[in-house]
Each structure stands twice: as C-alpha cells, then as structure tokens.
C-alpha cells in the first residue's frame, strides 16, 4: 500500500513563499502531482512531474510554483513564491496511475492527506 506524507504548508503573507514536500513510500517509476481544494470549490489541479522531470503547471501558477523530485528520496517538492490570497487552499500531493504526467485527477490512485496552506493580504 503506497503512503503519501505532505508537509511544508502554513500561514504566509501575499508574496511570500512555501516549499511543500511529499514522501512517498513504494514510489516507482509513476508520475506524481499536486492539487489544491479551496472551501467551496473543486480539487483544481496544479502541478505535475514524471519520474524523468517532464512537468506541466495550471496557467495559475505557471511561473510561480516549481514542482521537482528526489526519486532518491521517494519525495516531490512544489516551490511556490510569490504566493497571492487566491492561492489558499488544501494541497494534496498524488501518486498518478501510470508513468505519464496528466492533469486529471482520475489518473492518480494514491493521494495524501494534504496540507493547508494561507495566504493572507
């Protein structure tokens, strides 16, 4: 049974930064990603990476947020500076079904038990 382990959330002003982390136990060679679920509205993905770095980002982030990987590790960063009010929200990190990177939350099996993140103005 694969476990995801997030950590790295908290509270920060607008234009600050977090670096959220993602252990991963039985991790492979599968894609992972990051979503987010503000109060009220749906999990809207952000960020994903395949075991050989390829990585895509929401237009919301992109240029804001970094996704990488330490497949040594078994663990996967999401850098996020810049940060702005609309960016609050639970961040899940996500084991993906495959080794393709993809946006869909359906392609993603193993999801951890998110960490918070506020940003206040």
């Known amino acids: 049974q694969v476990q995801l382990v997030e950590s790295g959330g908290g509270l920060v002003q607008a234009g600050g930064s977090l670096r959220l982390s993602c252990a991963a136990s039985g991790l492979a060679f599968n894609a992972m990603g990051w979503f987010r679920q503000a109060p009220g509205k749906e999990q809207e993905f952000v960020s994903a990476?395949?075991?050989?770095?390829?990585?895509t980002y929401a237009d919301s982030v992109k240029g804001r947020f970094t996704i990488s990987r330490d497949n040594s590790k078994n663990t996967v960063y999401l850098q996020m500076n810049s940060l702005k009010p609309e960016d609050t929200a639970a961040y899940y990190c996500?084991?993906?079904?495959?080794?393709?990177?993809?946006?869909?939350?359906?392609?993603?099996?193993?999801w951890g038990q998110g960490t918070q993140v506020t940003v206040s103005s």
């Open positions: 990476i395949s075991w050989r770095g390829a990585t």
């Open positions: 996500a084991l993906g079904r495959g080794t393709t990177i993809s946006t869909r939350g359906n392609d993603y099996n193993f």
